[in-house]
Each structure stands twice: as structure tokens, then as C-alpha cells.
């Protein structure tokens, strides 16, 4: 009991904290990448299709090690990029928040990107002429007419991508270490907990990340099905 009240008292909110900062900067500039890319593969007939379906779809696949090896060696102080932000504009692009939400972008990009493409293929297409025919442009067609009516898969989207960035240890570790305020989010306090080893707190912890993923995704679920009651009523 004492070592649990312990655990309690030397418990911290700054990881979650900056894992929940991290997941929605993430999740709101992915939006705007993933959008219009999500758009175009799934009106396009293009035979590049299956190409940028795959190479989307690569992060998923990814051991997270790879993926953030090579962010770190595209973006650390030795590389073209990383010496152009270093020397031009003083920024550094590893071993910071900046960095982790570069990483972030890449290895939750996938995750944004299907579930949109999903929903627009599955959009009525008459829906879309009808906008074409009244004189919308594609940008006000996808915003007025096809987002509103593929709500479900927008909020699948946006909250897995939230998710599964909350969540993220391997790129995260890989880019951005293990610096208290900056870039130490829960899973990392969690693997450095296991490393001490600490497992109270580690269990305290990842108790915390099972209660979040089960509510994100009952609240998924349940957002869907109530959608699914709403179209058959």
C-alpha cells in the first residue's frame, strides 16, 4: 500500500499532457495534408493509383524504428534539411516537440488518409454531379457536399489518428529521446518506468493508456452505429 501511495505521490500529468498536445497538432495538420490526397485517390483512375494507395499505406507496415531512423537521419543537424533550418532559421528538427510532430505526421499519416478515401468512394455520385451541374467548384463541392455526408468516416479519421498519435513510442523515441516537458510522452515514461525498473508505475500508467484507447474507441463505435440507426430510420 505505501509503495502504491508512493507511486501515486511521484505521479505526473506532464507526459499525458504532452502526448494529448502532440496527438491534436498532429491530427489537425494532418487533416489538411491528408484531405485533399484522400480526395484524389478516390475519384482518380489514374494507374498510379495502387502506387500512392502503397506508399500511404507504408507506415502502417513500417517497423516504427525504421521509419524514425530515417526521419532522424533526414532531418538531424548533419543532413541538407537539418542544416538549412539549423543555419538559416535556428531551428532544430530533432530532439524537440517540432520534431516529434514531423515524425508524428508520417507515421499517422495512413491512418487519416483510409478512412476519408473509404468514405468518399462510398459517396452517392449523383450527389456530386448535382454540385458539378449547379456550378460548385471541386474545393466547395468537397467541403459543402461530400464532408457533410461522410460524417462517420471523418470522425473515425480524426479520432483514430488522435489515437493512435497518443500512443506512439518507437518514431516518437527514435526523433525526439527522452526530455522531460519536450518530448518524454506517456508511452516513453512508460518504457523508462519498465527500465528501472518501476512497475507500479508503469502499471499506473499504462492503465491510464488502456482507459483512453477503450473510450476512444467506444466512442467510435458507438458514433457510428448511432449513424448506421440514423441512415435506416
Not at 461522410?150 to 493512435?164: D, E, P, R, V, Y
Request: hydrophobic fraction near 50%.
Amino acid at each position: 500500500m505505501s509503495e502504491f501511495l508512493k507511486a501515486l505521490g511521484e505521479f505526473s500529468f506532464e507526459p499525458f499532457l504532452l502526448s494529448f498536445k502532440l496527438a491534436l497538432t498532429t491530427t489537425v495538420i494532418l487533416f489538411f495534408i491528408a484531405l485533399p490526397l484522400a480526395w484524389y485517390l478516390s475519384q482518380t483512375k489514374s494507374k498510379c493509383k495502387p502506387f500512392l494507395e502503397a506508399l500511404t499505406a507504408l507506415p502502417i507496415v513500417l517497423p516504427p524504428s525504421v521509419l524514425g531512423f530515417y526521419i532522424l537521419y533526414a532531418l538531424g543537424r548533419y543532413s541538407p534539411i537539418g542544416a538549412f533550418f539549423r543555419d538559416v532559421f535556428d531551428i532544430r528538427l530533432v530532439f524537440n516537440f517540432t520534431g516529434l510532430v514531423i515524425a508524428s505526421c508520417f507515421y499517422s499519416f495512413p491512418f487519416m488518409v483510409q478512412p476519408l478515401q473509404s468514405g468518399f468512394e462510398a459517396l452517392n455520385k449523383n450527389l456530386l454531379e448535382a454540385s458539378y451541374i449547379s456550378g460548385k467548384g471541386k474545393l466547395e463541392t468537397i467541403l459543402k457536399i461530400a464532408l457533410p455526408n461522410i460524417k462517420s468516416s471523418l470522425i473515425t479519421a480524426l479520432i483514430i489518428t488522435f489515437a493512435h498519435t497518443v500512443g506512439e513510442f518507437g518514431v516518437v523515441l527514435m526523433v525526439g529521446g527522452s526530455i522531460p516537458g519536450e518530448t518524454r510522452t506517456a508511452s516513453v515514461a512508460i518504457f523508462e518506468f519498465t527500465e528501472e525498473p518501476n512497475y507500479l508505475g508503469a502499471h499506473i500508467y499504462s492503465a491510464i493508456m488502456i482507459i483512453i484507447s477503450f473510450a476512444v474507441l467506444l466512442l467510435v463505435y458507438t458514433f457510428n452505429h448511432n449513424q448506421k440507426r440514423l441512415r435506416l430510420s
